[in-house]
């Protein structure tokens, strides 16, 4: 299965809930970043974590199908 008929796959529930949890993390991780206020280093580069955190999960989540179970049994 290639990358293009993967995405269009329908993904599982589970990892619909996980791929909006990623895309919450990436986006209070990048309203960290670009606060206009100054903010202490270690809140800036956690910011940058949860950043990275969330679009990696969000990725991974977004990949993630459903096969037919029967179709790879062995018999």
Avoid: D, W
């Avoid at 100054?38 to 459903?66: C, D, F, K, R």
């Amino acid at each position: 299965m290639n990358v293009i008929k993967r995405v269009k796959a329908p993904t599982p529930k589970f990892f619909k809930v996980l791929r909006t949890i990623g895309l919450s993390l990436a986006a209070v991780g990048g309203s960290i970043i670009a606060a206009p206020i100054i903010l202490p280093i270690t809140v800036v580069t956690l910011g940058g974590y949860l950043a990275v955190v969330g679009g990696v999960l969000s990725a991974v989540s977004q990949l993630t199908t459903e096969t037919n179970l029967k179709r790879y049994a062995i018999e």
